[in-house]
């Protein structure tokens, strides 16, 4: 790429002024809205358990599952198959 030496392309001036670098600068605000926190279900209730159940479903089938249990899974599941 080359530079280009004419002087209307001199940026100097433009940082040396005060408005124009008060007009360059915005700040934007942090959203309002306040952050929803998914309070856990007590597993002790028939309602409670279910609801666990499905938290784990969606977090496995997110593809959000510990690397313990998809070496144990594929123990316990694969090694008796393939025996």
């Known amino acids: 790429m080359s530079k280009h030496t004419d002087s209307k392309f001199d940026?100097?001036?433009?940082?040396?002024?005060?408005?124009?670098?008060?007009?360059?600068?915005?700040?934007?605000p942090p959203p309002t809205q306040s952050v929803k926190i998914e309070q856990r279900p007590f597993g002790f209730t028939?309602?409670?358990?279910?609801?666990?159940?499905g938290q784990v479903y969606r977090g496995l089938s997110r593809g959000?599952?510990?690397?313990?249990?998809i070496l144990t899974s594929w123990v316990v599941l694969g090694v008796p198959f393939f025996s």
């Open 11 to 28: 940026f100097s001036a433009f940082d040396a002024d005060p408005e124009l670098i008060r007009k360059r600068h915005i700040s934007v």
């Open 46 to 53: 028939p309602m409670g358990g279910v609801d666990i159940e």
């Open 64 to 69: 959000r599952a510990p690397w313990w249990v």
